[in-house]
């Protein structure tokens, strides 16, 4: 949704802009055109690939000044603040990016086969292949229960370990066919492969992803409260802040930060839904079909300094 994020953090020359999940650069690059020559960049991304990639498409756009971090974005308010620096338009694309799911190599996908490993940050301490080899059952029960929305989540962990006890379960292709197997006849009526909600359990409790996204979010709501007492802060006054959620696990936490920060009086969301892809994005990138956009603006941008 490239249009409506543009158009919803209406970014103005000189601005500061912070693309919390840079991927492949494709909406920091657009952001920063609009920041221009006198705004600044600040490209985070927990896969060290992906930050460079951006970095470089963000550099062609010709922004004044192009701040990369590579880690996880919850750590960014942090770094912003050492920078001296105060985001005036933010966004986080939660998830995982196309590159990574298209390469086999980087253990993401069951529909071509590679190792179990699943983390964005390829130095990062535990990959999926770990977890399915050292979790206990109820361990992987919660994670694929909590993390994936299964309702077989037992009977699946319950599988993987009695399986790995005969010999490890090592690639993606290994893990998806078990699960088919746990799903037995279930599988012939299941509208998403039987995998589905457990390698997206997998990656999210690899990646921490949701333990990110509060922090971040708590952090925009301390900012807001800062603000408030007239203190600065990583955001300025009237900061926009967009969020674009994949699953429903991801958007309930957004939609409530949001809804949090308006009853506090310390922010303002344009509409109570979401924004949705439209028919024409959709059937040109159905991996958007689940997208949703929500937008905040937090604090009153006539108090900034
Ligand atoms: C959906 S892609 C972003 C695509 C990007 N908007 C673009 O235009 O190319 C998500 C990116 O966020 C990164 N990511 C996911 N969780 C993260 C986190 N907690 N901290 C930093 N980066 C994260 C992933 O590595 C991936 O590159």
């Known amino acids: 949704?490239?249009?409506?994020?543009?158009?919803?953090?209406?970014?103005?020359?000189?601005?500061?802009?912070?693309?919390?999940?840079?991927?492949?650069?494709?909406?920091?690059?657009?952001?920063?055109?609009?920041?221009?020559?006198?705004?600044?960049?600040?490209?985070?991304?927990?896969?060290?690939?992906?930050?460079?990639?951006?970095?470089?498409?963000?550099?062609?756009?010709?922004?004044?000044?192009i701040l990369p971090l590579a880690g996880s974005f919850a750590r960014a308010p942090r770094d912003l603040i050492r920078a001296g620096l105060a985001a005036d338009a933010v966004l986080a694309d939660l998830g995982v990016a196309s590159t990574q799911i298209d390469t086999p190599d980087r253990g993401f996908s069951f529909l071509a086969d590679g190792p179990l490993d699943m983390r964005m940050d390829p130095t990062g301490p535990v990959s999926a292949g770990d977890l399915v080899a050292t979790a206990n059952a109820a361990e992987l029960t919660r994670i694929i229960r909590e993390f994936g929305e299964e309702p077989l989540a037992r009977r699946i962990a319950e599988k993987i370990v009695r399986m790995r006890t005969d010999s490890p379960i090592l690639t993606t292709a290994e893990?998806?066919?078990?699960?088919?197997?746990?799903?037995?006849?279930?599988?012939?009526?299941?509208?998403?492969?039987?995998?589905?909600?457990?390698?997206?359990?997998?990656?999210?409790?690899?990646?921490?992803?949701?333990g990110a996204l509060d922090g971040l979010l708590r952090q925009i709501g301390e900012a807001a409260k800062a603000m408030a007492e007239g203190r600065s802060t990583w955001l300025v006054p009237g900061a926009r802040v967009a969020f674009l959620t994949f699953h429903s696990l991801e958007d309930r936490r957004v939609k409530q930060a949001f809804a949090q920060l308006v009853r506090d009086g310390l922010g303002r969301t344009p509409a109570r839904t979401p924004e949705i892809p439209t028919e024409t994005e959709i059937a040109t990138n159905p991996r958007?079909?689940?997208?949703?956009?929500?937008?905040?603006?937090?604090?009153?941008?006539?108090?900034?300094?």
């Open 288 to 305: 958007s079909r689940s997208a949703k956009l929500r937008v905040v603006t937090v604090g009153d941008p006539t108090e900034r300094p």
């Open 1 to 65: 949704m490239p249009t409506e994020i543009v158009s919803a953090l209406g970014v103005a020359p000189g601005s500061v802009v912070l693309d919390c999940t840079a991927g492949r650069g494709g909406h920091a690059a657009m952001l920063a055109a609009d920041a221009g020559p006198t705004g600044t960049a600040v490209l985070c991304d927990l896969d060290p690939a992906n930050l460079d990639f951006a970095t470089e498409r963000v550099r062609a756009t010709g922004v004044g000044r």
């Open 175 to 210: 893990l998806a066919g078990l699960v088919r197997e746990a799903y037995g006849s279930r599988a012939a009526s299941s509208r998403n492969h039987p995998a589905t909600r457990t390698f997206q359990a997998l990656r999210i409790a690899v990646n921490d992803e949701l």
